[in-house]
Structures are given as C-alpha cells and as structure tokens.
C-alpha cells in the first residue's frame, strides 16, 4: 500500500446517540465506550473529529463508508437504499462541501450501485468488489469521479476463510497497476485496519492475538491498538466508522 499521501485534517463520524430501538447485534453501552475511544485516538492524530448527529438511533447512525467515498477533495456520495440513508446524504452532503471544502459528485447512473464498503484505495489506485451490493456500473462510476487513479473492478464470490481470501489477494496482485509489499494476518478481521497521518490503527490483542503478533513482529512505523469488539458487531471494521477527509 502506498502510504505517500498527504495527511488527513478531518474524520467526519456519527454521533452515537441511544438507541430508540432494543439491538441484538451489540451492546450500546460498549459501543458508546469503544466509539468515544475511537474518536480519542483519531484526535491524537492530530484529527480535528467532526461528529454529526444524522437524527437515528445506533447502529445505523455510526456507519458511514458505505455511503461516501472520499478521496483528493472529492466526495463521491452513493444513491440512497432508504429514506434514512437519504436523510444522511442531504446531510452529510452539506458537510462535505461548506464545512470541508470537498467537491461533492451524486450517483446519477440508475444503473450504478457501489457500496463504499466494497471499495479499497491503495494510494495509487482503486479496487472495486463486485458483489450483491456494487455492480460493473458501479466501478465505472467510481472511476469517473477520480480519474486520475485507475479502477480495477475485482469479482468476489464469497470472502472470509484465509484460503478465499488469498486467492482474492493473488487475483488483486495480478490486476494492479502498480506493485504492493503485503503482510498476511491470521485473523481475516484483522486486515481492516486504518493508516492515519503515519500511524497504523488496528485492533486489540484480546480481539486478535495471533495477528497483533504478526503486527508487532513486521510492522517497524508507529502502531495504535483499539478495541472494536462491539462495533464490529454492526460494521465491516474499523474503516466503516469514519470518512478521512484532508480539508483544502
């Protein structure tokens, strides 16, 4: 991964307000305690958090990659699924352009379906997942908003066990523009991790002991460790709690 780009300024997050509704997925009190240590850490470095209150309960409230891609001053904003996301949209689309100064492009494709989940940025370049939830048109969308950075749509059948998941590394390895050094953990959650102005954030050694040993033994840059047990629960992983923005 290419990690030679310009430090973030801001983390835009949800509020996590109480919920109106009794969750079976995880349990508030927790979440409440790992999210505000989350944003603690975010603000270490060297983040200026801005924590928006989209008007719904937790879980729904918290995540936000699935609706936004943001990348060199341009939000890419996906097509709402529900009236909440709608909501969150017109919302978060204020945000982005008065408050942080980011040009904001809407899903206009009827055809199009990302989900800002199923996308990775190395740096250099973007991998789409083809999946239930983003389609071909989908990448070709993605790829028109950052022009300057090839698109690579990757199909995903099913991911999760370690076989599957290096069969789709050596596929994403054959269809790179550019060459990555990669580092195999032993826990597949454990590969959602965040790099943020030089630090690498990643999750506690109770919640993966086998790869935070991995991570002490090959990662020689700064490394934070968070708990995320909870959040986990109702969220792809650490990335799905915060859009990284750098404010122009």
Sequence with gaps: MDFKMHEYTHAVVGKVTPALRITDRADLNDARRQHDCFLRLLRELNLEVVEIDF???????????HISIVCHGIALLMKPTSNMEDDMLKI???????????????????YAKVNGSDVLFTGREFFVGISDTSNEAGA????????????TPIKIL???????????????EREATFS???????????????YINGTLIHRAIEEIPDSFKTFCEKIDFARRSICFSELAKISTGLSACALLVRKP
């Design 140 to 151: 070709s969308a993605v790829a028109e908003a950052f022009p300057e950075f090839p698109c």
């Design 158 to 172: 099913c991911v999760g066990a370690s076989k599957e998941a290096q069969e789709l590394l050596k596929r994403m």
């Design 180 to 194: 990555y050094q990669t580092l195999t953990v032993p826990e597949d959650e454990a590969a959602n991790c965040l």
């Design 92 to 110: 978060l689309k204020e945000v982005m352009q008065k408050d942080l100064g980011q040009t904001v492009i809407e899903l206009s494709d009827p």
């Design 55 to 65: 008007g719904y309960p937790f879980p729904e409230n918290a995540l936000l990659e």
